[in-house]
Nanobody, 124 residues
Framework: QVHTVESGGGSVQAGGSLSLSCAAS????????MGWFRQAPGQEREKVAT???????SYADSVKGRFTISTDITENTVYLRMNNLKPDDTAMYYC??????????????????WGQGTQVTVSS
């Protein structure tokens, strides 16, 4: 069975850091584009960061220079390191797998196999 499970959320003060984990099972993460998304109450879901099968990364402008996405091949886990957190980063964070098999990279457009999410709360 295919599963995507997020963990690592919590409550921190502005300026603090958190690391989110996305454990993939039933598939090999590096064969797909993997993405982190977030959704705050009353707002649309936002793509935060992606990493493709070749290690290529992309970030939302709002998190560039503060967040880093990476993949641990041995653990089949995708991480999102978040530094210098701001109250605007408060949201439910979700991980998802790219819809298309893409070990050569790319295909970071359509996503599937969403996790249940992990809450990040940043206080000022």
């Amino acid at each position: 069975q295919v599963h995507t499970v997020e963990s690592g959320g919590g409550s921190v003060q502005a300026g603090g850091s958190l690391s989110l984990s996305c454990a993939a099972s039933g598939y090999t993460a590096i064969n797909y584009c993997m993405g982190w998304f977030r959704q705050a109450p009353g707002q649309e879901r936002e793509k935060v960061a992606t990493i493709d099968g070749r290690g290529g990364t992309s970030y939302a402008d709002s998190v560039k220079g503060r967040f880093t996405i990476s993949t641990d091949i041995t653990e089949n886990t995708v991480y999102l390191r978040m530094n210098n957190l701001k109250p605007d980063d408060t949201a439910m964070y979700y991980c998802a797998r790219g819809r298309d098999y893409a070990p050569r990279g790319g295909y970071c457009v359509a996503f599937t196999d969403w996790g249940q999410g992990t809450q990040v709360t940043v206080s000022s």
